[in-house]
């Protein structure tokens, strides 16, 4: 089989094609990557056993949970929600007034502080939530749409000779606020 100059450049540029386009497929399945989440919740604790996990909400869907610290699972993890999910997620936004609101100028409990970002076509918005009754209020209703309670619970602490469960203990600190 004889192969001529144009028949190699030929193969090379469909091979070029096939390889770029494959690239591009590949690169494409994870496109939030590239783009602004639009929901991101940091959780931090200056405690030694309450929770510290990321959430970042992309706009097709995607959840990245990056659990931090005394969680059920630690690391990154990823799912989608479904369209029901994700159109009660930004309900839950909207019924809350998130744009609108603005937290009580003190704080009782900064240390046990949630940062929660929302951005749409109204633009950007940021509060450090500090533990109180709205926090929690909200809280349960986004973490129900987002399911991330499976994900952080149990999350589970030696302390005192026991073993501690962070998310029993963050329950009965919420329920002091409510």
């Known amino acids: 089989m004889k192969i001529t100059c144009l028949t190699l450049i030929r193969m090379l540029v469909v091979a070029t094609l096939w390889f770029a386009v494959g690239c591009s497929t590949v690169s494409g399945t994870d496109k939030a990557a590239d783009e602004q989440p639009i929901i991101v919740i940091q959780k931090r604790s200056a405690g030694v056993l309450l929770q510290e996990f990321n959430v970042r909400v992309f706009p097709n869907k995607l959840v990245v949970y990056e659990g931090v610290k005394n969680v059920r699972l630690k690391g990154e993890h990823r799912y989608y929600l479904s369209d029901a999910q994700y159109k009660r997620l930004l309900q839950a936004f909207d019924s809350f ?80 606020f409510l």
């Open 97 to 176: 007034g998130f744009m609108d609101w603005q937290p009580p100028r003190y704080s009782v409990a900064a240390a046990l502080a949630a940062t929660i970002s929302l951005h749409t076509e109204r633009g950007t918005k940021t509060i450090l939530f500090p533990q109180i009754r709205e926090y929690f209020l909200f809280m349960k209703s986004i973490d129900e749409q987002l399911g991330t309670a499976k994900l952080r619970c149990p999350g589970v602490v030696f302390l005192n000779g026991r073993n501690v469960d962070t998310c029993e203990l963050e329950a009965k600190i919420e329920a002091s």
